[in-house]
């Protein structure tokens, strides 16, 4: 299992820079293993091409370093991952990107309406900012977990994104979706004044795809 997780955490870190939601060694993607208090983090600092499964950290959520097969530090942002773990016991995956379009919203601090019936089933209704805190800090992972409180995306201020699931898939694709929201959301102000979903369509939409 430990060598799947570590594969798994691997293939969606390469798969979230060939989809350009991150660039260089930007963003991070992590597993939680609640039963054995086991977190998959990616690495610091190393290039997404090269990355391999072996690269993956493996530390508890006080940040104790469990194994790291290539000697690599954990993303410098592991008390973000472990505070919002922390915080939100039903979820079990986070990926942080810094994907333009939904990051140019986090940097003016303008949250993103609903604007599109996919945001509620996939996002949980509009993109809420989590206000700035200083990166590498457990501050950042509360400030997150606070605007995740009923979402499974939220931008962080001056910062990206992070998005958050049952399993890395989940996570991914999320992410994904903040994004597109984010693109549509940005070519819609540049055409007019955006019209978004009535509080009685949000209504129906948030009873057929609650949990």
């Avoid at 054995?36 to 508890?60: A, C, G, Q």
Wanted: proline letters at 4%.
């Amino acid at each position: 299992m430990k060598k799947q997780l570590k594969e798994n955490v691997c293939e969606i870190a390469k798969k979230s820079y060939i989809n350009k939601l991150v660039a260089g060694t930007s963003g991070n993607v992590s597993y939680y293993d609640r039963e054995k208090n086991r977190m998959f983090i990616t690495p610091s600092n190393v290039d997404y091409e090269l990355m391999k499964p072996e690269d993956i950290v493996i530390l508890d959520l006080d940040g104790n370093i469990i194994e790291s097969e290539s000697n690599f530090k954990p993303s410098s942002e592991w008390r973000m991952h472990a505070e919002i773990y922390k915080n939100k016991e039903d979820i079990n995956s986070i990926i942080h990107t810094h994907s333009p379009k939904a990051t140019s919203f986090a940097v003016v601090h303008k949250d993103i309406p609903i604007i599109l019936v996919e945001m509620i089933p996939f996002i949980g209704g509009d993109i809420k900012r989590a206000k700035f805190s200083l990166p590498g800090t457990a501050e950042l992972g509360i400030t997150a977990a606070k605007a995740l409180e009923d979402r499974n995306v939220c931008l962080l201020e001056n910062h990206g994104v992070v998005a958050v699931g049952n399993s890395l898939e989940q996570a991914y694709i999320r992410a994904v979706y903040a994004e597109d929201a984010a693109i549509i959301y940005f070519n819609a102000l540049q055409v007019g004044e955006p019209v978004l979903l009535s509080e009685e369509t949000n209504k129906i939409l948030y009873e057929k795809y609650k949990k």
